[in-house]
């Protein structure tokens, strides 16, 4: 089984500035089936990045994903007041299927 | 528009059962994979169930933890996902999200949740 593990457990930043987010996976992981997810209180999460680095649907291009292996990076460009939130990553492999990071949370400096 | 609305959670003593639905919308249900996610107060997103379109065998797939108590079904019919879960435990407590599964097992799109509460 693979274990997503997320650094830093919390992130302060000031809006405007750049934030990197990592994701590391206990064996290596397709990078094919690598998901980032936003999260804010009381709002369904949201698919930002999947693929490692490929943005859903109306994702705006601060978001960006990459990596590879056992590494994987979530960057946004310039932080946005509506961007801080908690991201998870996400895996998929045919054996333990679906499993989640402990997540990121950004939050206002 | 796409939309998946849950119900059926609520507070229930530990041992008991709940049936929870969700009401999906907007897209071919019939085609879908389709998931419930959890989240336990405090925590993380935690997978729970998937269940695969009838065209694809209609299998199901459980989280280790609630293997053997919940049983996730479908109803085309009426475009409806259910989560059966029984011998309901206090870890249980959590937000559960209903949840369409998309392309390289993605979430790709989320309901807004339904809050089981298992206290005694």
């Known amino acids: 089984e693979i274990v997503l593990t997320q650094s830093p457990g919390t992130l302060s930043l000031s809006p405007g500035e750049r934030a990197t987010l990592s994701c590391r996976a206990s064996?290596?992981?397709?990078?094919?089936?690598l998901a980032w997810y936003q999260h804010k209180p009381g709002q369904a999460p949201r698919l930002l990045i999947y693929?490692?680095?490929t943005r859903a649907t109306g994702i705006p291009d601060r978001f960006s994903g990459s990596g590879s292996g056992t590494d994987f990076t979530l960057t946004i460009s310039r932080l946005e007041p509506e961007d801080f939130a908690v991201y998870y990553c996400q895996q998929y492999d045919s054996s333990s299927l679906f499993t989640f990071g402990p997540g990121t949370k950004v939050d206002i400096k | 528009e796409v939309q998946l609305v849950e119900s059926g959670g609520g507070l229930v003593k530990p041992g008991g059962s709940l049936r929870l639905s969700c009401a999906a919308s907007?897209?071919?249900?019939?085609?879908?994979?389709m998931n419930w996610v959890r989240q336990a107060p405090g925590k993380g997103l935690e997978w729970v169930a998937r269940i695969k379109s009838k065209g694809a065998g209609g299998t199901t797939d459980y989280a280790a933890p609630v293997k053997g108590r919940f049983t996730i079904s479908r109803d085309d019919s009426t475009t409806t996902l259910y989560l059966q879960i029984n011998s309901l435990k206090t870890e249980d407590t959590a937000i559960y999200y209903c949840?369409?599964?998309?392309?390289?097992?993605?979430?790709?799109?989320w309901g807004q949740g339904t809050l089981v509460d298992v206290s005694s």
């Open positions: 907007g897209f071919t249900f019939s085609d879908a994979y």
């Open positions: 949840v369409w599964e998309g392309p390289e097992g993605t979430f790709h799109f």
């Open positions: 693929g490692t680095s």
């Open positions: 064996q290596s992981a397709s990078s094919s089936y």
